[in-house]
Structures are given as structure tokens and as C-alpha cells.
């Protein structure tokens, strides 16, 4: 008989009770580090006692009144972000791929107002992963989402990730904008190239494209930026945010610049629980603490702890470790053919850590950007017999 709760994912026989910074403990006792934070998500760690304490009052107050009315929460909010980043305007919604399909809206509707309706068609990238509606299974491009819901959503072009040729040649009258993640998060923690992102900015300005970033996954420090293009010194015209955005709060948002915001007019796009007072009251604590002074730099300095702890992973463990890739806490550890990452992640877990599979045989690590050098040396102490376990060596193997 099918089980009562939809069997749309295969879950780890794990249920978590409790939670504290970067650990979390299972419902059988045993006590796990953290380093998938809910996919990326829960970016200030478990417990944070400011966000709950928003969380809580919020509560208490109001959580819910719909966007028929003012939402001072949700004001306070855009006007904070608006003043940390590219953006002139944003709109808050719920998950990652409502912003990346409000974001699409944006891009097709600047050009329409601008007299050219025809220009709706978005080059996205080979391995990328823009979330799981209708338009942005066609957005993500993978035939295995794809398969069995219908024709495809028109309008999303692939091309191979960096490749400045390709995306030179895709080019056409149709073109309305470039969506990329700084990032491929589920594709593989594979960075763009810093220049291949200035190279993009450029090609849309020579064409009078629009510039879409989806950060839902590389945003809100994950990157030790808040924002991971702030790497490459350039602006997107519009760029979407969820997961971290709310640390565990369900939010995302459609950031853009003016000339992209102003077309959308009362009545063209909408959402009834986004932006409500609740989330927002989370998303400001979430700001309150990236925001700090010094914490972003924590971040990228714990990140660098992280990778040079990685990089010595890599080193002892040839035979199950390629190479490591990311950046930031968003890290990938490419794995060699004979071992698999959903291998490494269960011999992870069997060790007490948490981990998230990408694609590319790539095994992701996404800790809350609150974890201390001590716990990124617990994580890589915790692989390093985690590879042993995986080990194709079996003399190795058996010596474990
Ligand atoms: C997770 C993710 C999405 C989808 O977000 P949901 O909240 O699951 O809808 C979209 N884009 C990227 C880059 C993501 O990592």
C-alpha cells in the first residue's frame, strides 16, 4: 500500500529531534554534524536563538495578513537588501523556484513593454538546476525531470557551461536573457569561471539581454559573499534567492534592478503567502546576523580551514578522491568512478556526518555558515575514515 506521505523522494532512515548550531540529533539517539544544513538552507545553523526568538514574537503578533495590505516586515526587508547588493526592487515569494519563475516573468515582461514580445527565449546551461515547476524543469533542461509531465515549457535554450562560443551562438532575434548560477549547485558544485560571468555581463549588454542569476543556492554568504557574482565585480539586471535567505524559514526573492522592476505593475505577478510578516521576521534576523561586522569574513576564512582540510583528504585518499571544487561553504568533493558520492555519503553518515549528493559523482558539503575550525577539522576527520570505508583499495579497506 503507498504510504500515506507521498514516496516522491528516497529518504535516509533518519529523524532528527533536535538541533544546536551544526548539530543535529536522531530520534534513535545518536548525534550527527551537520554539513547539508537542509540543503544549503539552514545557513545560521539549528536553534540560532535570534532567528527563533523573530520567529517566536512573530508568531505571537501576526503571521499572516496577505500582501492586501502593507507588510512592514517585508519593507524593512527589501529596503535592507536593496541596500547591500545590485538591486533596486524586490519581491518576496516562497522557494527557489517561484523566485526563478518570477524571475523568467521579469525578463519576458521587460521586453514586451519594451515593444518586443518576441524576445522571451532564456540560454541557460548544461548541468544547471533551476528548481521543479513546470517552467523550470524546462529551465534545468535534464531529460530525467523532464520525462512523463508533457511537453516542455518554450523558451529555454542549453548550452555547455563556460562556453562563451555556444552562448555567442545561441544567441537569436528571440533572446531575452542568460540565467546562470554562479555556482551549479545540483549539478555538481562546479563554479563558473569569474571571467565567463564578466564575459556574460558583456554579451548582454552588446545584445540588450537581460542578465538572470539564480544565487537560491550560492546566495546569503554561502559563498563568503553575500552574494557569490560579487566575486566576478559585476551586477546582474535581476537574481533570485531562496534557501538561506530565510535559514530555514521558507522565503525566496526576485531581486532587480529598475529598469526590470517597474514593469511589474500591480496585477501582473503575485503571490498569497509571500512576504508574509513571519517570514520576513526571519529573514531580517537571518540579516541581522551575515550583516554583523566581520561575520562574512569569518565565513570565508572557516572556508578556507575547510578546503585546506579537504585538500588533505584529497592527498591521503587518491584511490576514492579526484579533486575538490567549490567555493566558500558550498564545497564538492569529486569522487573517482569506483566509488560512488551516495557510497561516501553513507559511510558519512554511518560516521556522523551529514552530507548531500550533487551531480558528477560529486559529494557536497553545505555547513551552516556559524561552524567553527573545530568542527571543520571534526568533518574532515569524519570522511577520512568515511573514505576508508569506501576504499576500492582493500588492503586498506580491510585495515580500517
Ligand atoms: C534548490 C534550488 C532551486 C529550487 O529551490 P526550491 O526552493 O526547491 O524550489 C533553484 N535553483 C537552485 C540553484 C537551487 O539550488
Known amino acids: 500500500m503507498i504510504p500515506a506521505l507521498m514516496p516522491n523522494y528516497a529518504r535516509a532512515d533518519l529523524a532528527f529531534e533536535r538541533g544546536e548550531g551544526a548539530r543535529l540529533w536522531a530520534s534513535d539517539g545518536r548525534r550527527f554534524l551537520d554539513f547539508g544544513a537542509g540543503i544549503a538552507t539552514s545557513s545560521l545553523g539549528h536553534g540560532h536563538p535570534h532567528l527563533v526568538k523573530a520567529i517566536a514574537e512573530q508568531a505571537a503578533r501576526v503571521m499572516h495578513v496577505s500582501n492586501l495590505y502593507r507588510v512592514p516586515q517585508a519593507e524593512e526587508l527589501a529596503r535592507r537588501h536593496v541596500a547591500n547588493c545590485f538591486a533596486d526592487s524586490v519581491f518576496f515569494c516562497n522557494s527557489g523556484a517561484e523566485a526563478n519563475e518570477g524571475m523568467v516573468k521579469a525578463v519576458r515582461k521587460y521586453h514586451a513593454e519594451n515593444g518586443h514580445p518576441e524576445r522571451f527565449r532564456m540560454i541557460c546551461f548544461e548541468?544547471?538546476?533551476?528548481?521543479?515547476?513546470?517552467?523550470?524543469?524546462?529551465?534545468?533542461?535534464?531529460?530525467?525531470?523532464?520525462?512523463?509531465?508533457?511537453?516542455?515549457?518554450?523558451?529555454?535554450?542549453?548550452?555547455?557551461?563556460?562556453?562563451?562560443?555556444?552562448?555567442?551562438?545561441?544567441?537569436?532575434?528571440?533572446?531575452?536573457?542568460?540565467?546562470?548560477?554562479?555556482?551549479?549547485?545540483?549539478?555538481?558544485?562546479?563554479?563558473?569561471?569569474?571571467?565567463?560571468?564578466?564575459?556574460?555581463?558583456?554579451?548582454?549588454?552588446?545584445?540588450?539581454?537581460?542578465?538572470?542569476?539564480?544565487?537560491?543556492?550560492?546566495?546569503?554568504?554561502?559563498?563568503?559573499?553575500?552574494?557569490?557574482?560579487?566575486?566576478?565585480?559585476?551586477?546582474?539586471?535581476?537574481?533570485?534567492?531562496?534557501?538561506?535567505?530565510?535559514?530555514?524559514?521558507?522565503?525566496?526573492?526576485?531581486?532587480?534592478?529598475?529598469?526590470?522592476?517597474?514593469?511589474?505593475?500591480?496585477?501582473?505577478?503575485?503571490?498569497?503567502?509571500?512576504?508574509?510578516?513571519?517570514?520576513?521576521?526571519?529573514?531580517?534576523?537571518?540579516?541581522?546576523?551575515?550583516?554583523?561586522?566581520?561575520?562574512?569574513?569569518?565565513?570565508?576564512?572557516?572556508?578556507?580551514?575547510?578546503?585546506?582540510?579537504?585538500?588533505?583528504?584529497?592527498?591521503?585518499?587518491?584511490?576514492?578522491?579526484?579533486?575538490?571544487?567549490?567555493?566558500?561553504?558550498?564545497?564538492?568533493?569529486?569522487?573517482?568512478?569506483?566509488?560512488?558520492?551516495?557510497?561516501?555519503q553513507d559511510a558519512a553518515a554511518a560516521e556522523g556526518l551529514l552530507t548531500v549528493a550533487a551531480g558528477m559523482n560529486v559529494l557536497r558539503l553545505a555547513p551552516p555558515l556559524i561552524i567553527t575550525d573545530a568542527e571543520a577539522d571534526e568533518a574532515v576527520s569524519l570522511l577520512d575514515r568515511a573514505c576508508l570505508r569506501v576504499s576500492p583499495d582493500s588492503a586498506k579497506a580491510a585495515a580500517q
Open 127 to 344: 548541468g544547471a538546476f533551476h528548481g521543479r515547476t513546470l517552467a523550470m524543469i524546462a529551465a534545468t533542461g535534464n531529460a530525467k525531470y523532464l520525462a512523463g509531465f508533457g511537453p516542455p515549457v518554450e523558451g529555454f535554450d542549453h548550452v555547455p557551461f563556460g562556453n562563451m562560443n555556444a552562448v555567442r551562438d545561441a544567441i537569436t532575434p528571440q533572446t531575452a536573457g542568460i540565467m546562470i548560477e554562479p555556482i551549479q549547485g545540483e549539478g555538481g558544485v562546479r563554479p563558473a569561471e569569474l571571467q565567463f560571468l564578466r564575459d556574460l555581463r558583456a554579451a548582454c549588454d552588446e545584445f540588450g539581454l537581460l542578465l538572470a542569476l539564480d544565487e537560491v543556492q550560492t546566495g546569503m554568504g554561502r559563498s563568503g559573499k553575500l552574494w557569490a557574482h560579487q566575486w566576478a565585480g559585476i551586477e546582474p539586471d535581476v537574481m533570485s534567492s531562496a534557501k538561506g535567505i530565510g535559514g530555514g524559514f521558507p522565503l525566496g526573492a526576485v531581486f532587480a534592478k529598475e529598469h526590470v522592476a517597474k514593469h511589474l505593475k500591480p496585477g501582473t505577478h503575485g503571490t498569497t503567502y509571500g512576504g508574509n510578516p513571519l517570514a520576513c521576521a526571519a529573514g531580517n534576523a537571518v540579516l541581522d546576523v551575515i550583516l554583523a561586522p566581520g561575520f562574512l569574513d569569518g565565513v570565508d576564512r572557516v572556508a578556507r580551514h575547510l578546503w585546506r582540510g579537504l585538500e588533505g583528504l584529497a592527498r591521503r585518499h587518491p584511490d576514492v578522491i579526484e579533486g575538490v571544487r567549490g567555493a566558500g561553504l558550498l564545497l564538492g568533493i569529486r569522487l573517482r568512478d569506483a566509488v560512488t558520492n551516495s557510497a561516501l
